[in-house]
Structure formats: structure tokens, C-alpha cells
């Protein structure tokens, strides 16, 4: 699903990342066991964590809506998602729960934050890569 | 958004363990992402 896109798509851009001396930390909000599965099918070796109390979200000012999820292309990757045996239970997270981006500095300065608005409204790499500059 | 409202929270590994969020940005700039599910 779109979450996954994303972590392939930071991942891809991690030297990019490094490069700008940050690192990055993923973080789902799923139960902790979940994590491993999500790591076989991303590839992603990095950081991973995961927040079920949306504690984190919420503090990140990210949106929880069930209807940002309810477009067409969201559904019907859904539903292939669901007929490939990927059942979405509520171990996996809040289904409601949208994601985002931040960047911060050491010293906490905020250097870049996107609210997603729903699925596949993923932060723009290059507006990531421009805020470690 | 301030950064303040996260650092004090906490996120946990794949065992459980939890991590301060503040602890992520103390030495190098962290890019979070907060992603919808583990889908």
C-alpha cells in the first residue's frame, strides 16, 4: 500500500540523507511485532519504530480521518491488497491515521513539516533533501 | 509545530523497547517519517 511506496522511495534517497548528515527514522504505528514483517517486504534496514498510542502523531499536528482514505485509487489498491492475502487488521495501526514528515535539527529547530492530506500524498524528496541543506 | 511537543514522547522498537523521540535529533538532524500503517 501507499506507506510502503514511501519508505522504498525514502529509502531509495538515503545516501542522499546521509549525505546531508541526517538519518532516518520510520515510524509506524502499528504493534511492535509488525514491524519485522514490514521490514521484509520494504527491504528497508534502517530505523523503524512504531507509536500505536498515535501519541507522536498527534503531536506532529498529522490528520486522522477515515474519509481522506475513501478515493477510488485508494480503494482499489485496497481491495488488490486484500485479495493478495494482505489483510489489514487492527494490529497493523489505526486505518484512519494519516502519515507525514518531519525534519529536525539537532537542536531542535523544525526544518521541514508536511501534513499528508491522504493516501499517496507522500513529502516531495527534493523539498526533504532541501531542508538538510 | 515545535519540536518540543515530540521530543519528550516515546516510540518503540520491533522488541518493545521504547526510544525518547528527543533522542533522535540530539546529535544529527532526523528525518521522521510518520508513516499511515504497516501495511
Redesign the interface.
Known sequence: ????E??VQ?HHRIDD?HA???????????T????????EKTKYEGS?????SL???R????KRSMSANFNPLGLGRAVR?LSRG?V?GRT????A??????????G????Y?HV?SG?GDL?PMAE?LRA?Q | MQSSALSELTVQDETGQPTRLGDLWSEQTAVLAFVRHFG
Not at chain 1, 500500500?1 to 510502503?4: L, P, T
Not at chain 1, 546531508?20 to 502499528?30: D, K, M, T, Y
Not at chain 1, 531542535?108 to 526544518?111: A, C, D, F, P, S
Open positions: 500500500m501507499f506507506c510502503r514511501h519508505v525514502l540523507i546531508g548528515g541526517a538519518e532516518l527514522f520510520i515510524i509506524g504505528n502499528g511492535p511485532n509488525f514491524i519485522e514483517g514490514f521490514r523503524l519504530y512504531t507509536d500505536p501519541a507522536s502523531f503531536a506532529a499536528q498529522l491488497a494482505h489489514q497493523q495501526g489505526d486505518a491515521q494519516q502519515g507525514g514528515l518531519v525534519v529536525v535539527a539537532p531542535g529547530e523544525v526544518k513539516h499528508s493516501p513529502a526533504v538538510l
